[in-house]
């Protein structure tokens, strides 16, 4: 095993946020939404198996710990000076990203406990419900069953034909799972800091998803353009924070997103999209094919330090 078979899938990554901004510029959102969300995904799977490589080879070569996995002979690797500091800042990493990721899953599912009991108060509509408020709020609340959830100073900013596309917007949220993506995007963030700005990504390929998806359904991209624009303006003054988990209309850069839906319609991806979306995808790939490999050679030095197959 070399050093820099790990070292790979953790350099990898640096190199996701400006490949996952082209994707949002130049991809479908559909498809933006689903690259960086696997991308994203598998460079995080391949950091984890990295640090938790280094983590165990170091651990491996300190006596009891050797004792412990039955090593009857010294495992090979490179030099102490190098793989013991190696391990040691592995294993921090891996020891602060899980606490990272405890603490968001416990304010998240305290905030989704939250928001559902905040609903389940309103009187509903089929998936509707509204809360009385006098804070503009609209948000899609996964779970079973999915609902929309709107305040009454959100209704009361909007008129009728606006609000039909908010709720679209929404709607096309549960629909297409988009909170699946931005939990996926939320897991990889605590993984590596360079996935952060990606997740970021994610969350607005998911807006924009929902933002063609209420388009279409409500026949006017002019009048889903106003109605989001509303909506951000009615809640700028007194935003309501909500769990990663939980996308609204009002989420990202509402500008961007607006100008995106005066913009002319791409009827079919460019050859250019297509390739740096695959482009992405690839590298994500062979970062986690490269960690995997390293997992297994250190699991083939294990076996020979074991004694079970021979040197």
Not at 132 to 151: E, M, N, Q
Not at 185 to 191: F, G, K, P, T, V
Not at 207 to 228: K, N, Q, W
């Amino acid at each position: 095993m070399t050093i820099a078979v790990l070292l790979l899938p953790l350099l990898v990554p640096w190199a996701a946020p400006p490949l996952a901004r082209r994707v949002l510029d130049r991809c479908p959102p559909v498809l933006a939404l689903w690259t960086l969300t696997a991308s994203a995904v598998l460079l995080a799977g391949g950091t984890v198996a990295a640090l938790g490589t280094l983590a165990l080879t170091g651990l491996l070569k300190i006596p009891a710990f050797a004792a412990l996995g039955d090593l009857v002979h010294p495992l090979r690797t490179p030099s102490l000076l190098l793989i013991l500091p190696l391990a040691a800042v592995a294993t921090g990493l891996l020891t602060v990203g899980a606490l990272a990721l405890g603490l968001s899953l416990v304010r998240q599912t305290a905030g989704l406990r939250s928001a559902r009991a905040e609903a389940g108060r309103g009187p509903t509509a089929g998936d509707l419900c509204v809360v009385d408020s006098p804070r503009a709020d609209a948000y899609a609340l996964p779970g079973r069953p999915h609902r929309i959830v709107v305040t009454t100073a959100m209704l009361r900013s909007l008129d009728a034909a606006e609000r039909e596309a908010l709720f679209a917007h929404e709607r096309a949220h549960n629909a297409g799972g988009h909170h699946y993506f931005l939990a996926g995007a939320e897991l990889a963030a605590h993984c590596h800091p360079a996935l952060r700005p990606v997740r970021e990504a994610v969350r607005l390929a998911a807006e924009r998803a929902a933002d063609e998806a209420a388009a279409s359904t409500v026949g006017d991209r002019r009048l889903t353009a106003r109605a989001i624009a509303r909506a951000a303006l009615a809640t700028t003054s007194r935003p309501v924070p909500h769990p990663p988990v939980t996308p609204a209309a009002t989420t990202g850069p509402v500008p961007r997103r607006v100008a995106a839906l005066l913009a002319p319609v791409r009827r079919t991806p460019r050859a250019a999209a297509l390739w740096i979306a695959a482009l992405l995808t690839t590298c994500a790939a062979l970062s986690c094919a490269v960690a995997m490999t390293g997992v297994f050679d250190i699991h083939q030095d294990i076996e020979v330090a074991q004694g079970e197959v021979g040197h």
